[in-house]
């Protein structure tokens, strides 16, 4: 079902059921309503007739000549009738709007032989009828008495119903008509409007639709309403400019992984096919096997770059962060540089007292790629600074040298895979592209950041890496470690 559908029907239930309630509730506050003035007029008209008989201890008198009583029209058909009788079942008087009808006779002789049984003729349909009797205490002998003047006399007012029924009739009659029709005319125009609100949604579908790999910049066209559609078309590009900007990164990272791969292989082929045109001496098939071992060599760490690259990030979790006192394990780790040519060029300017949460292998890996390409890319003698410092809840590592430098508008595209700056190319040193990406990655998994920093002369790689808990705010003594290199100042 569509959700236009689904709207319709859950505003018409709620529609529906809250007319239902309302024409219930109506009904019934106009039927008690009705039922109340129908009884008030009866009873009113019962004691407005009382009112008018005189009681005495020894007699009732009823004159109609003397008494004026006026409950209405009573020529009215539909108005009051009431009946006035004595203790012998005789008319005494009677209302004007009582007939020789068959409906007015019953009532006289509900009034007449009520008062001998108790339980006077059934009354026709539709009729409500109330009797009032008045009696004397000590009656006078039927001698003694007035014409006007009776022991007993017995007062029966009855109101037909039939107003009352028709009036509730009329009254359920159009709620049923009612009801349904608004019922009807709130499900033509909750569906309109369904679909007007919705419309954009519909819209939106069909655009994504038609929206092609080929077309990386075609976006979702946003309402200027500033809805909440409006945000989902936002999000949605937004969504969109996320997985067109990874597609291209991809087709980029496919297109200068195979151009990588090509230069190795293509080396390969050469120095296979020359090695085949003749027979060759053995130191010859030395120096091919030489190069091809070195060729192979530079091709299996374009691919565990290239793998490690591929990997998603929930998959490059790897070990656990440990806490590392960083001075103590940056002089251990310096090491293994002991016998590199550059060496004699390292500055090493270290705070003591700075613990780190961090994955020694990973770090290891970063610190090579940077302190590898700062003797690759600076000329011998120049001087390369290592430092370490803590700055605002960070321990910061950085490794300056003096370089070719990396120009301004190349700083943050250093990072990305296979980006090879000018400079580099121009002066012909071998290299993937790949070190300075898979540093930044790395540090990602262990919450830290890599920047470069462009100089006039040279360049400066920043590290920063999260503080163990422990960590003092003031540095620490140097504590008893490992021999020290002598350039650590």
């Known amino acids: 079902m569509k959700l236009v559908n689904r709207v319709s029907v859950f505003f018409l239930a709620s529609i529906g059921g809250v007319l239902l309630l309302f024409s219930v509730v109506l009904y019934a506050l106009a039927s008690h309503y009705l039922q109340e003035q129908f009884d008030h007029q009866l009873t009113t008209s019962l004691q407005t007739l009382v009112a008018a008989i005189e009681v005495e201890p020894d007699d009732v008198k009823w004159e109609p000549s003397d008494h004026t009583v006026s409950l209405g029209d009573e020529s009215d058909h539909n108005e009051v009738r009431w009946v006035v009788v004595d203790e012998a079942g005789l008319v005494v008087d009677q209302s004007p709007n009582l007939t020789t009808s068959p409906e007015d006779w019953a009532i006289i002789d509900y009034a007449r032989k009520e008062r001998v049984d108790g339980k006077g003729p059934p009354l026709p349909a539709d009729w409500r009828v109330l009797q009032y009797r008045l009696f004397a205490t000590a009656p006078k002998p039927i001698e003694l008495r007035d014409p006007l003047e009776r022991s007993e006399l017995i007062v029966t007012v009855a109101l037909s119903t039939?107003?009352?029924h028709a009036t509730l009739n009329r009254l359920a009659l159009a709620l049923a008509t009612l009801s349904p029709t608004i019922l009807l005319l709130a499900a033509v125009g909750g569906r309109w409007v369904g679909r007007r609100a919705l419309q954009p949604?519909?819209?939106?579908?069909?655009?994504?639709?038609?929206?092609?790999?080929?077309?990386?910049?075609?976006?979702?066209?946003?309402?200027?309403?500033?809805d909440e559609l409006s945000e989902l078309a936002l999000a949605f590009n937004g969504l969109l400019d996320q997985l067109f900007s990874a597609f291209e990164r991809e087709k980029r990272f496919?297109?200068?992984?195979?151009?990588?791969?090509?230069?190795?292989?293509?080396?390969?082929?050469?120095?296979?096919?020359?090695?085949?045109?003749?027979?060759?001496?053995?130191?010859?098939?030395?120096?091919?096997?030489?190069?091809?071992k070195n060729q192979v060599g530079d091709l299996k760490g374009i691919i565990e770059s290239?793998?490690?690259?591929?990997?998603?990030?929930?998959?490059?979790?790897?070990?656990?962060?440990?806490?590392?006192?960083?001075?103590?394990?940056?002089?251990?780790?310096c090491d293994k540089w002991q016998r590199h040519p550059r060496w004699p060029d390292v500055a090493l300017k270290l705070q003591t007292g700075i613990a780190v949460e961090t994955v020694p292998v990973f770090l290891s890996q970063v610190l090579d790629n940077v302190l590898g390409n700062a003797m690759k890319y600076s000329p011998a003698g120049s001087t390369i600074e290592v430092r370490l410092e803590k700055s605002r809840g960070e321990a910061v590592l950085s490794v300056a040298d003096e370089g070719i430098g990396v120009s301004p508008d190349e700083v943050e595209a250093i990072f990305r895979p296979f980006y090879?700056?000018?400079?580099?190319?121009?002066?012909?040193?071998a290299g993937t592209g790949l070190?300075?990406?898979?540093?930044?990655?790395?540090?990602?998994?262990?919450?830290?950041?890599?920047?470069?920093?462009?100089?006039?002369?040279?360049?400066?790689?920043?590290?920063?890496?999260p503080l163990a808990a422990e960590t003092p705010d003031e540095p620490a003594p140097v504590r008893p470690a490992a021999p020290q290199p002598a350039n650590v100042t």
């Open 162 to 164: 039939k107003d009352l």
């Open 306 to 333: 290239l793998l490690f690259l591929a990997r998603s990030e929930g998959d490059q979790a790897g070990p656990a962060p440990t806490t590392v006192a960083l001075e103590t394990w940056l002089v251990e780790y």
């Open 254 to 292: 496919a297109g200068d992984a195979a151009h990588q791969l090509r230069t190795p292989l293509t080396v390969l082929e050469g120095e296979i096919d020359v090695a085949l045109r003749r027979s060759r001496t053995v130191a010859e098939y030395e120096r091919t096997l030489g190069v091809l």
């Open 420 to 429: 090879r700056t000018t400079l580099a190319r121009k002066a012909g040193h």
């Open 201 to 226: 949604l519909e819209d939106m579908a069909q655009e994504v639709r038609q929206i092609r790999p080929a077309e990386p910049d075609r976006r979702l066209t946003v309402s200027p309403a500033g």
């Open 435 to 465: 070190g300075l990406t898979i540093a930044a990655r790395l540090l990602q998994t262990m919450r830290g950041r890599i920047e470069c920093r462009s100089q006039a002369v040279g360049s400066t790689f920043v590290i920063y890496l």
